[in-house]
């Protein structure tokens, strides 16, 4: 590391580690997290752990802990902090909820919530999924493979053994999964056993989880799995039974550690109850109905004054959501004193340091100690000191001008990445979280299409491909046609109207998109776009037909939704969600877009609006989430499943 003084003023000019990371994100509950200062408030993360340690005794069975704290007095820190330290253990299997889209079918909300946390990697290609698949198989089979050999060789050897005997590759499955189901008589549902399984192929492993997760399958890809799909209708209740199965094959093995995270919305379902107030009852039923298990809730005091304890049998519900102290009250977050107001900031300019290979003249540089000590006097919270060091990160001896009247354009006339703007570090930092998570986010189709939505917004009264954008426009439908088509591009004074509808799903909802994309008169419209990432396989023969009408009939297109494009629009899209914290205004942003071209110059958006090719996209993939399966040169020929 060297020290120049020229050389940091000039890193601090154009980089500011704390702008941009006021809020905690869910993707850094699973990825790269701020810096973390371990004593603070480590009242609350210690509670945590040491339950886990009696849990892991047999001295406690299931535990609930609630953690309050007000608006960015560090909740999220605090469940990130217990994330990143719990994935260096072996002994527990982290589960994170934090997004309530539709309180009404919370069950399956959280059903995909926990099959989603089992396909977060914990090691280089091993999802925690493949992990329990690995230990039910040793455990019944008395084997002490690793997870890792079992993906690379062990399975797809016990796969083309079952080919070779002129068996059918669910034999080996169904095999394995008789055997665990004679040593594992308490699990009903033996089908989750099954796809648990599938899991450790990687040709069948997003199949399997897709269809944990609640989703439907295409048939054929069922039928050969050997897992029924479940009947449209019965989603909802057949989700929270799914959930016990899968927690308690989970806690077999392991201490699931389930985390509910911003419960402080709104929103409230049909039955009049707010979200903290479902998860509430949820988490009572869990409580009562796991074999062992850690539940960590985290809202605002009032949430918890005004919401739980209003709750029909409150006092039932209170002693399971914080089971673990005697006076029935939450575990309550502190605000920062002096000490660790320093402690935190110097944390973070040591990463900051590191990460640039400089060495600053003292540890708080550009701060002054004293200055920081001072904000600790009036109780100041984790997110109003990381604002006040974004705004002060750069002293006014160094003399900046931060706004350039005009911007300095380089030879390809975009924007320099050295160019200030007050977007700029917002949009970098959750273009970080969007990297970290982009597989989840590629299926998040809400996302997709707000990010789509606002690309398109920013370039209205422009042209682009030969269309003058008039406007971006709902969707007047019917409820039985609501939510199939997105939304329409208006433009050339309405003689364009091309609706666009972005499905990820399978099953019958791609050809129910389709048929409504190919209803001009109905919706609208003079032109449908299908955004899509992976293929709809041929045995979907009427979704074929209503394609091959959108193409080759209705002059239609289906634009091949890839990663690269959609990455800068989602990241865009998160900064407008959070630009109430990030004190940001649409302006603003719109303005960032552009100097920045990042909407005009995307590849996703100028397809969309250009002249349809009546081809199918050539850049697609059969489930859209490829998953890369370590090689290994373990000798597994002398493998047998003969019983």
């Given amino acids: 590391m060297t020290t120049n003084t020229s050389n940091m003023d000039q890193l601090i000019k154009t980089h500011n580690p704390f702008a941009g990371h006021i809020v905690v994100r869910p993707q850094q509950i699973w990825g790269k997290s701020f810096p973390d200062v371990p004593s603070i408030n480590a009242h609350a993360s210690n509670a945590v752990f040491d339950a886990i340690e009696k849990i892991n005794k047999g001295q406690r069975q299931t535990v609930g802990i609630t953690i309050t704290a007000e608006k960015g007095l560090g909740k999220s820190h605090v469940i990130s902090r217990i994330r990143h330290q719990l994935q260096t253990r072996e002994d527990n299997l982290f589960i994170y909820m934090s997004k309530y889209d539709n309180l009404n079918q919370i069950q399956h909300q959280f059903l995909q919530s926990v099959t989603s946390s089992l396909r977060a990697f914990i090691r280089t290609n091993v999802m925690p999924c493949q992990e329990i698949a690995a230990a039910l198989i040793n455990e019944v089979m008395e084997w002490k493979y690793t997870t890792e050999q079992y993906i690379s060789n062990v399975f797809p050897h016990l796969l083309k053994q079952s ?35 599938w899991t450790l192929s990687s040709n069948h492993a997003n199949a399997a989880n897709f269809w944990l997760s609640g989703q439907k399958l295409p048939e054929e890809t069922a039928k050969m799995m050997g897992l029924p799909n479940i009947q449209s209708g019965n989603k909802e209740s057949q989700a929270l039974s799914n959930i016990r199965q899968i927690l308690d094959i989970i806690s077999d093995y392991r201490v699931p550690v389930i985390c509910f995270d911003e419960l402080d919305i709104a929103d409230i379902a049909d039955n009049g109850f707010t979200a903290a107030q479902i998860i509430a009852n949820l988490v009572k039923d ?10 960590v809730l985290a809202m605002y005091p009032e949430t918890w004054r005004d919401q739980i304890t209003y709750l029909p049998q409150a006092e039932a519900v209170i002693d399971r959501l914080v089971s673990d102290k005697s006076d029935r009250q939450p575990i309550e977050l502190k605000y920062l004193n002096s000490d660790d107001i320093v402690a935190l900031v110097q944390r973070w300019l040591q990463e900051f340091y590191q990460e640039h290979q400089q060495t600053p003249p003292h540890p708080l540089y550009p701060f002054d100690e004293n200055k920081l000590r001072e904000l600790g006097k009036g109780k100041p919270t984790v997110r109003s000191v990381l604002k006040w060091c974004a705004d002060n990160f750069i002293p006014p001896s160094i003399i900046i001008d931060d706004q350039p009247t005009e911007p300095e354009i380089n030879s390809t006339n975009s924007w320099t990445s050295t160019t200030l703007h007050t977007v700029k570090p917002y949009y970098q930092s959750e273009l970080a979280n969007v990297e970290a998570s982009i597989d989840s986010l590629m299926e998040d189709e809400i996302a997709i299409i707000n990010s789509i939505w606002v690309a398109f917004t920013s370039l209205v009264g422009k042209t682009l491909e030969g269309v003058s954008i008039q406007s971006v426009e709902e969707i007047v439908a019917s409820t039985a046609d609501q939510g199939y088509i997105n939304f329409k591009i208006v433009g050339n004074k309405k003689k364009v109207k091309i609706g666009v509808s972005v499905v990820q799903q399978d099953g019958r909802f791609i050809g129910a998109a389709l048929k409504r994309l190919i209803d001009y008169k109905k919706f609208d419209i003079t032109r449908g776009c299908l955004v899509r990432s992976k293929n709809i396989t041929q045995g979907a023969t009427q979704a074929r037909e209503l394609l091959r009408k959108l ?48 909407v005009i ?8 609006l250009s002249d349809p090719s009546g081809q199918e996209p050539s850049n697609l993939t059969d489930d859209g989430l490829p998953i890369t399966i370590p090689q290994s040169a373990d000798n597994t020929d002398n493998i047998e499943l003969d019983f």
């Fill in 551 to 598: 193409l080759t009939e209705k002059g239609g297109e289906w634009v091949g939704l890839q990663k690269q494009d959609i990455k800068p629009l989602l990241a865009i899209w998160f900064v407008f969600e959070n630009q109430n914290s990030y004190e940001l205004k649409d302006e603003q942003i719109f303005d960032f877009l552009e100097k920045t071209q990042l």
């Fill in 163 to 197: 080919l070779l005997k002129q068996n059918s590759v669910t034999a080996v499955i169904e095999t394995l999964r008789s055997r665990i189901e004679q040593k594992k008589p308490n699990i009903t549902n033996l089908y989750i056993i099954q796809a648990i399984l």
């Fill in 601 to 608: 110059n995307n590849p996703l958006i100028r397809e969309i």
């Fill in 286 to 295: 869990l409580y009562n109905n796991l074999d062992k298990g850690l539940l």
